[in-house]
């Protein structure tokens, strides 16, 4: 079993749709959450990142997180066809570790 | 405020050539982590390092792989001999480091290495 589930995808969704991206860990060592938008032959890049379950947002961006259902989620409001991009969930754990693990990602397309 | 640099950007070596990937991190980042991504696969970390000293290799492929981080100039990440299961887009990642916390990582473009 992978520590980090994400459904691949790809997933397409009209502009203006609201988008929501799922991952599920299974570690409960996991303490830090983040999202990373991943363009095409590109580095990620930072999106959200939180430590704590509830919900914080960032303009059109919402993180979710669920520690007690090791549940995370990244709902997208009013997407954009500049939105279409690979979503990474990533995790690290506590203490002194500080490698992240990534999920597979999810493939997002935005039509306009 | 320039981001993290790597280069080259893409890279071809033939098999038991040497790589050598560069990655310049963040004004103000101390720390440097490097991940391989392989083809139809996730990033996987490979390397956590600050100036002059190794801190996680637990990633690292046992031989053939090393990464230095000298007191002056880039993190190198050198792969010798490579082997066409080495073509990948390595990316390197560096953070601040401030009150005994690592904060958030911030990732450069990557380099593309092609083993023919």
């Known amino acids: 079993q992978k520590e980090v589930e994400q459904d691949p995808g790809p997933l397409s969704v009209p502009e203006g749709a609201i988008v929501s991206l799922n991952c599920t860990y299974s570690?409960?060592?996991?303490?830090?959450f983040m999202w990373y938008r991943q363009y095409s032959r590109k580095g990620p890049e930072l999106l959200m990142y939180?430590?704590?379950?509830g919900n914080k947002e960032d303009g059109r961006f919402t993180a979710q997180v669920d520690k007690s259902s090791k549940y995370i989620s990244l709902f997208i409001r009013d997407s954009q066809p500049s939105d279409s991009a690979t979503y990474l969930c990533?995790?690290?754990?506590?203490?002194?570790?500080?490698?992240?693990?990534f999920g597979s990602g999810t493939q997002l397309t935005v039509l306009p | 405020n320039a981001g993290v640099m790597q280069n080259p950007r893409h890279l071809v070596r033939r098999r038991g050539q040497e790589a050598r990937l560069r990655c310049s991190p963040m004004?103000?980042?101390?720390?440097v982590y490097w991940y391989r991504q392989l083809p139809e696969e996730g990033l996987k970390f490979m390397v956590y390092?600050?100036?002059?000293?190794?801190?996680?290799e637990s990633g690292m492929p046992k031989e053939r792989f090393s990464a230095e981080f000298p007191k002056e100039g880039p993190s190198i990440l050198r792969i010798q001999q490579v082997v066409r299961g080495d073509s990948a887009a390595y990316f390197c990642?560096?953070?601040?480091?401030?009150?005994?916390?690592?904060?958030?990582?911030?990732f450069g473009p990557g380099t593309r290495l092609t083993v023919t």
């Open positions: 990642a560096s953070s601040p480091y401030r009150d005994g916390k690592a904060y958030e990582q911030y």
């Open positions: 570690n409960s060592a996991f303490q830090y």
């Open positions: 939180t430590y704590s379950s």
């Open positions: 990533v995790l690290r754990q506590s203490g002194s570790a500080r490698q992240l693990t």
């Open positions: 004004k103000g980042h101390s720390h």
């Open positions: 390092l600050q100036k002059e000293n190794i801190i996680d």
